[in-house]
């Protein structure tokens, strides 16, 4: 349930920490909300969640590995989505499905705000391979240059790698594959529905846009 009767500045929450925009009013990303490690705080994230809730975002993307936060989010009525994310070795497949998360709902107006543990060469790397792979910045060192200044960070090989498996994306072949995968357990399901039937498939899970 969301925090009620809360008064002054408190209620207006705390900026998490290491906030920056990347697409300003679109896309933003930080650290886990509440710190991470020994230095998580239950009421700063508390806090940093009626904050992200207060400044207009309709959904936070965790690429955290586990699920953490989630249950926090809910409980504050914040939409989230659970994008888990190891590095590069989860390849082109992951990043063009995440990717086209993003895509799909700022241009629908979402404001999305992204985290993982902390705001480092995971965060940046995918945020710098969404420039490429979008073509906003279409040259992989660009959009590298372009991500460190507008993080004040720089980005290591765990970054770079995660750049150049974006690079490798071809978009139209993977959404392809995703659509055939969709199709195809939708098939198996309605068939097992017909003979009455619950089909043991797993459903390519859309995002769902409802508030």
């Known amino acids: 349930m969301a925090s009620q009767k809360l008064k002054g500045k408190w209620a207006l929450g705390i900026e998490p920490r290491n906030f920056k925009w990347v697409l300003r009013g679109q896309l933003a990303v930080c650290e886990r909300l509440g710190g991470y ?10 806090e940093e969640i009626i904050w992200s809730r ?11 590995p586990n699920n953490a936060n989630l249950h926090n989010y809910d409980e504050e009525d914040v939409s989230w989505i659970h994008r888990p994310f190891r590095g590069p070795e989860d390849g082109e497949a992951f990043l063009n499905r995440v990717y086209s998360d993003i895509n799909m709902l700022t ?4 404001k999305i705000l992204m985290h993982r543990e902390e ?20 040259d992989q060192p660009k959009a590298i240059v372009a991500v460190e200044q507008l993080l004040s960070q720089q980005i290591g090989p765990v970054g770079r790698e995660i750049v150049a498996v974006a690079g490798r994306v071809d978009r139209d072949a993977e ?16 068939e097992a529905a017909e003979a009455g039937q619950v089909a043991d498939v797993d459903l390519v899970d859309e995002i769902d846009l409802r508030d």
Request: no cysteine.
């Open 37 to 46: 490690g020994d230095a998580h705080r239950r009421v700063r994230r508390q």
């Open 54 to 64: 207060v400044n207009g975002f309709d959904r936070i993307m965790s690429l955290i």
């Open 107 to 110: 241009t629908q107006g979402f």
């Open 119 to 138: 705001l480092g060469d995971h965060v940046s790397g995918l945020v710098a391979g969404y420039l490429v792979w979008t073509e906003m910045v279409p």
């Open 175 to 190: 959404n392809a594959i995703a659509a055939e995968k969709m199709a195809e357990a939708q098939a198996i399901a309605a």
